[in-house]
């Protein structure tokens, strides 16, 4: 059973911790903790507020999340990481090698697709990519 689930992208600003929070909410009584982090991580940052702002419309308040940098360790602490993007899967694998086993994406119980950054870009990107994170999320709930 998973009981530490780690989500990475790059800047751990908005895909990542929107998924963290998605997850929070979903799992909340089932004592699984949810963290999330960056390959480039903008430290110390809160969530962008496009990303936060979707979070809100949909009932979740990620106004405590601080973006942190991804090491070995966390990598080998989790016992599932999700990456956004096939990308991301490398990187983490290249960190901590005795971690690949138990690196997937995001989406791989859908289309196994890369989820796109929406850094900078409209609320409608946004709005679309949160979509695709929540169908993300509730894909793999059944498994944990």
Same mark, same amino acid.
């Given at each position: $059973?998973?009981?530490?689930? +780690?989500?990475? =992208?790059?800047?751990?600003? =908005?895909? %990542?911790?929107?998924? /963290?929070?998605?997850?929070?909410?979903?799992?909340r009584h089932r004592g699984i903790q949810v963290?999330?982090?960056?390959?480039?991580? $903008?430290?110390?940052?809160?969530?962008?507020?496009?990303? $936060?702002?979707? +979070? !809100?419309?949909?009932?979740?308040?990620?106004? @405590?999340?601080?973006?942190? #940098?991804?090491n070995a360790d966390m990598l080998r602490e989790?016992?599932?990481?999700?990456?956004? /993007?096939? @990308? *991301?899967?490398?990187?983490?694998?290249?960190?901590?090698? /005795?971690? %690949?086993? !138990?690196?997937?994406?995001?989406? !791989?119980?859908?289309?196994?697709?890369?989820?796109?950054?929406?850094?900078?870009? %409209? #609320? #409608?990107?946004? @709005? *679309?990519?949160?979509?695709?994170? @929540?169908?993300?999320?509730?894909?793999?709930?059944?498994?944990?």
């Open positions: $059973m998973f009981k530490n689930i +780690l989500v990475i =992208c790059v800047g751990n600003i =908005c895909r %990542s911790p929107a998924a /963290e929070f998605l997850f929070r909410d979903k799992l963290r999330s982090a960056g390959l480039k991580a $903008m430290v110390g940052y809160p969530m962008d507020d496009n990303a $936060m702002r979707v +979070l !809100k419309a949909h009932g979740i308040d990620a106004a @405590e999340h601080r973006a942190r #940098q991804l989790a016992d599932l990481v999700l990456a956004m /993007e096939r @990308e *991301h899967l490398g990187a983490a694998a290249r960190l901590a090698p /005795e971690a %690949s086993g !138990k690196l997937f994406l995001l989406d !791989k119980w859908r289309e196994a697709g890369d989820i796109p950054d929406p850094y900078r870009r %409209s #609320q #409608q990107v946004f @709005e *679309h990519v949160h979509a695709m994170i @929540e169908r993300g999320v509730d894909s793999w709930l059944k498994y944990l």
